[in-house]
């Protein structure tokens, strides 16, 4: 915190000098918001702009707490870090917990060392929460300054998650490490990385690594193949000392993000439902551990902590039986089942063939599509054609950082083949990712 002083005093807040491709981020009123920070070339700090937007879900009197998504290395992850906030999937977690959502995007150039955002003690940690006191003040939820963090990372994403573990354990009620990991001992390749501590706060706080199997696991060589090994290291020192990690291998992928939200969604819900505070304002509860369940390191099946046989200190760590199970389909095929149906649209508003809608995503397995009825027959769906290249197909589609595509999408339909001097009946209806569908 040594550099907080200066860096409240350098970055101003300015919209006009961003450049491509950072300068046409989503455009944001209420419920969202938006502070900018020019870059500084004090040592220390950060030395990249970067731009925070946050999402107070409605009618929230007290925030409880934010949730991060934080994305990965390079000017395109960097970039899709501008939609994260207005994720609907991510925000039903955020919402059943009285949280923000809030989404970095840091103006990094294609070639320039991410290792410059990425590790936190390079200016990002002190970044983060000056844009969360600011944006606290914008949106008139100061307490969003003080409350606790869930966060979610990719890749470079990863590598900040859990150094503002190692570095904030008191603040943080869950890290999800997709394909990145601190590190604790010297790379002679990588002398820019510097090495962290494990201080022993850090063992109590929830942490999962989710690296996809073709980043050395199954896939030995390759631009991704280190990650393994990495995750390896990071796990055995964490598990090792008593930590509470566990580790869920994507079957599928390489380094995209595939599936991993419908087991990172449940799981972080878990540990925000475990660890906030009953009143804002609180420390963080201990998470409990009374219903833990172990797995072996690349296995597929857990027990309860109890009946695990082996060395525990070595084995996956799960909060509970309900995470294990998902834990166990996630690690086989990723295909998480989900029997309960999504939230019906609401606000359905018709003119002249146009129609218009509001909708919240399942939290189980967030949104698909919409199908349009008229007259009680379906006529369409919304998308079209739903599609995302790195997983089940999504209503907002996917980016590599598992951000919304940009343009942003719509939730708007019109009937082109509606008869002149008709009026029609319409209806809307929410279709999850596993097919199931709302009122």
Known sequence: ??????????????????QPPYDNPPSVEA????????????????????????WIPEGVEKLRGVVVHQHGC?????????????????????EKHDCALMAPSYEQPQDADCQMWCDPRNGSSDAFQKALADLGKQSGHPELAEVPWAIWGHSGGGHW??????????????????????LFESNPDRTQIKPHELPEAALGVPMMCNPGTKEGVTVKEGRFAGVWP???????????????????????????????????IPWLDACLSARLPEKPGEPLKPMPTEDTWLAPLLG??????????????????????????????????????????????????????????????DLESGIGHFAILRDG???????AEPKNPFGRPLFQGLQYSDTPAAPLVEMTFTDEAAKAGKKPEYQVISVNTVGLKSE
């Not at 998650?161 to 601190?182: D, Q, Y």
């Not at 902590?305 to 294990?324: R, S």
Request: aromatic fraction near 10%.
């Open 230 to 264: 990495a995750n390896e290291k990071f796990f055995a020192a964490v598990r090792g000392a008593g930590g509470l990690l566990g580790v869920a291998v994507d079957p599928l992928t390489a380094h995209e993000c595939g599936n991993q939200r419908y087991l990172a």
């Open 300 to 361: 597929t099946k857990a027990v309860p902590a109890a009946a695990f046989e082996g060395d525990k200190t070595k084995a996956v760590w799960l909060p509970n039986e309900t995470i294990a199970k998902k834990w166990e389909h996630y690690v086989r095929d990723t295909e998480i089942p989900d029997v309960t149906p999504p939230p019906a649209p609401t606000n359905v508003e018709v003119e002249g063939n146009t129609i218009t809608w509001e909708a919240e995503a």
């Open 161 to 182: 998650c859990g150094g503002m573990v190692m570095l904030h354990p008191e603040r943080v009620a869950a890290a999800w490490l997709r394909s990145g990991v601190p």
């Open 1 to 18: 915190m040594r550099y907080l002083v200066f860096l409240f005093a350098v970055l101003p807040i300015l919209a006009t000098a961003q």
């Open 377 to 383: 027959e379906e006529i369409a769906t919304v998308p």
């Open 74 to 94: 390079g000017e395109g992850s960097c970039k899709s870090g501008q939609t994260g906030a207005f994720d609907l999937h991510w925000q039903a977690l955020a």
């Open 31 to 54: 419920p969202y918001y938006r502070v900018r920070y020019e870059a500084s070339d004090k040592p220390g700090e950060l030395i990249f702009p970067v731009q925070y937007t946050v």
